[in-house]
Antibody, heavy 121, light 110 residues
Framework: EVQLLESGGGLVQPGGSLRLSCAAS????????MSWVRQALGRGLEWVSA????????YYPDSLKGRFTISRDNSKNTLYLQMNSLTAEDTAIYYC??????????????WGQGALVTVSS | QSVLTQPPSASGTPGQRVTISCSGS????????VNWYQQLPGTAPKLLIY???QRPSGVPDRFSGSKSGTSASLAISGLQSEDEADYYC???????????FGGGTKLTVL
């Protein structure tokens, strides 16, 4: 059974940094591209970043490029999201998700339970 | 403002058939497959339909998807109270080189 468990969420001041982790199990982690998707309270889903199975290729929407960094440690089956220069607009639940077919395209087949990030003074 | 347009709400009575639409453009839905996600209250999204009309294992056949041109639809037949949830369409955006989501449709079972 695929399991994705996010951690590292919490309260951070504007301008601060936070690193989220996602521990994966139940599948061969290195064979799958992974993604982060966020959801502000009462709002829709927004793609945040993605990374290939090897970790060589990373992807971001232009709006987040430069502030967020996705990475992975395949020896630890763990996905990361480093978030810098945070603002109130970054307040959201951050979900870790696995692409269905391994490569970077298509459906997100499995999702974690989410980590709440609150940016506030 | 989401790249994909969905009605904000939909409703139906138990046993009824409801459809939820998703409108995009030639650079997203028009050139890529569509996926649908169901988000029950207080939970993470769950993949409901992938590749326009395929159901993952465990998803009842009451749920079906279709795509035509730059639009897609999710149909739910034999509506049940446990179907009350938010539904999101998603596809690939060529300009973004990443996934894009609709704004979501809140389905209410009356």
């Amino acid at each position: 059974e695929v399991q994705l468990l996010e951690s590292g969420g919490g309260l951070v001041q504007p301008g601060g940094s936070l690193r989220l982790s996602c521990a994966a199990s139940g599948f061969t982690f290195t064979n799958y591209a992974m993604s982060w998707v966020r959801q502000a309270l009462g709002r829709g889903l927004e793609w945040v970043s993605a990374i290939s199975g090897t970790g060589v290729s990373t992807y971001y929407p232009d709006s987040l490029k430069g502030r967020f960094t996705i990475s992975r440690d395949n020896s630890k089956n763990t996905l990361y999201l480093q978030m810098n220069s945070l603002t109130a607009e970054d307040t959201a639940i951050y979900y870790c998700a696995k692409f269905s077919d391994g490569y970077y395209y298509g459906a997100l087949a499995d999702w974690g339970q989410g980590a709440l990030v609150t940016v506030s003074s | 403002q989401s790249v994909l347009t969905q009605p904000p709400s939909a409703s139906g009575t138990p046993g009824q058939r409801v459809t939820i639409s998703c409108s995009g453009s030639s650079s997203n839905i028009g050139s890529n497959t569509v996926n649908w996600y169901q988000q029950l209250p207080g939970t993470a999204p769950k993949l409901l339909i992938y590749s326009n009309n395929q159901r993952p294992s465990g998803v009842p056949d009451r749920f079906s998807g279709s795509k035509s041109g730059t639009s897609a639809s999710l149909a739910i037949s034999g509506l049940q109270s446990e179907d009350e949830a938010d539904y999101y369409c998603a596809t690939w955006a060529d300009s973004l080189n990443g996934p894009v989501f609709g704004g979501g449709t809140k389905l209410t079972v009356l």
